[in-house]
Nanobody, 117 residues
Framework: QVQLVESGGGLVQPGGSLRLSCVASGIEYTISAMGWYRQAPGMERELVAEITRRGNTNYADSVKGRFTISRDNAKNTVDLQMNSLKPEDTAVYYC???????????WGQGTQVTVSS
């Protein structure tokens, strides 16, 4: 059974930091890319950051310079270090794991991040 389990969400004041972690299990094939997406109320899910197996990264413009994604291929984990958090970062954050051969696309259940004073 495939599972992506996120942890690390919570309530933080503006300017604060949080670290999200995700562990993927039950995936038999090579995970080509792992990433973090978020969805705020009334908004569509959007990419926050993604990282390939080789370590190439891609960030949404809104988080560049503040968020850092990292990955451990051996452990099938992906982390998101979030610094200088803003109220507009408030959302449910989802972990994603994608494969190319065979093609697959798995999601975690999400973890709430709330940035508020």
């Amino acid at each position: 059974q495939v599972q992506l389990v996120e942890s690390g969400g919570g309530l933080v004041q503006p300017g604060g930091s949080l670290r999200l972690s995700c562990v993927a299990s039950g995936i038999e094939y090579t995970i080509s890319a792992m990433g973090w997406y978020r969805q705020a109320p009334g908004m569509e899910r959007e990419l926050v950051a993604e990282i390939t197996r080789r370590g190439n990264t891609n960030y949404a413009d809104s988080v560049k310079g503040r968020f850092t994604i990292s990955r451990d291929n051996a452990k099938n984990t992906v982390d998101l270090q979030m610094n200088s958090l803003k109220p507009e970062d408030t959302a449910v954050y989802y972990c994603n794991a994608m494969g190319r051969m065979p093609k697959f696309d798995y999601w975690g259940q999400g973890t709430q991040v709330t940035v508020s004073s």
